[in-house]
C-alpha cells in the first residue's frame, strides 16, 4: 500500500505521515528533506539557489545531510522552495522517491507532489491543509521554543511567500489530486489529526 501526504508547509502533513507510518508499520519518506538538502548544499557553496545550474549541481548530496539539524531551519526551507521550482532539480530527485514509493510492501512519502507525480497510483492519498495563519502560529511556536524570536507577521508573510511559489510553479505545483481526500487540521489536535488520517486510509483501503 502507498500512502501519499501532501500539503504545505506546517500543515501537520510530517507528523501524519510519521504516525500512519508507525500505524501501518509502512517505511516513510519526507521528500521535503531532499529538496532541502539540495539546497543546504548550495548555501554551504555558496552558490545560487536561483540558478538552475548551481542546483542541479548540488543535487548527489551525501545521505548523511539528511540528518543534519541546519535542513530544518526556516532559511533552508525557503531555498528548497526556490530550488525545488527547477525542472532539473525535479528530475534529478524523482527517480530515488518513485523506488522509494514502489517498494515491495508499501511505503508512506509526504511533500508536495507524492499523489501526483511521484506516484499517481498510490492506493491513499491525503491534501492536509490549514489556514496559513493556523500555520503561522504553529510554526512561531516551535521557533520560539527552539530560542528564536521572530514576529508572527514575518512568519505568515515566509508561509505565504513559500505557498505561493510553491503552488505556481510550472513543474509538479503543490496541487490537490483530484482522488486526494482532505483532511483540515486547522482545528484539531495532533491525535484528532492522526485518528481522522487513519480513518481516511480505512475507508480506502
Ligand atoms: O516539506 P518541506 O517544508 O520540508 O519542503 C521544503 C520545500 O521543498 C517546499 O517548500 C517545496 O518547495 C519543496 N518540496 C517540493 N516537493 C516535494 C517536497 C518538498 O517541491 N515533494
Known amino acids: 500500500m502507498i500512502i501519499a501526504v501532501d500539503g504545505p508547509a506546517a500543515s501537520g502533513k510530517g507528523t501524519i505521515a510519521r504516525a500512519l507510518a508507525r500505524h501501518y508499520g509502512l517505511p516513510h519518506l519526507d521528500t521535503g528533506l531532499l529538496y532541502r538538502a539540495v539546497a543546504a548544499t548550495v548555501l554551504r557553496e555558496e552558490l545560487d539557489p536561483s540558478s ?31 530550488v525545488s521550482a527547477h525542472p532539473l532539480v525535479r528530475l534529478a530527485l524523482l527517480q530515488r522517491q518513485k523506488k522509494f514509493a514502489h517498494q515491495p510492501g508499501g511505503a508512506v512519502l509526504d511533500g508536495r507532489d507524492i499523489g501526483t507525480v511521484i506516484a499517481p497510483d498510490a492506493e491513499v492519498k491525503l491534501f492536509v491543509k490549514a ?15 527552539a530560542g528564536l ?21 510550472s513543474e509538479a505545483p503543490m496541487v490537490q489530486a483530484p482522488d486526494a481526500a482532505l483532511l483540515d487540521t486547522s482545528f484539531l489536535s495532533i491525535d484528532a489529526a492522526t485518528q481522522r488520517a487513519i480513518a481516511l486510509v480505512e475507508a480506502k483501503v
Do not use: N
Open 52 to 82: 538552475e545550474a548551481d542546483a542541479v549541481s548540488s543535487c548527489s548530496f551525501e545521505d548523511y545531510l539528511l540528518d543534519d539539524p541546519w535542513l530544518r531551519t526556516d532559511d533552508v526551507g525557503k531555498a528548497a522552495s526556490i
Open 131 to 145: 489556514t496559513p495563519m493556523i500555520r503561522a502560529q504553529r510554526r512561531h511556536l516551535e521557533l520560539r521554543k
Open 149 to 169: 524570536h521572530t514576529s508572527l507577521d514575518k512568519v505568515l508573510a515566509d508561509i505565504r511567500a513559500r505557498d505561493d511559489r510553491d503552488s505556481r510553479r
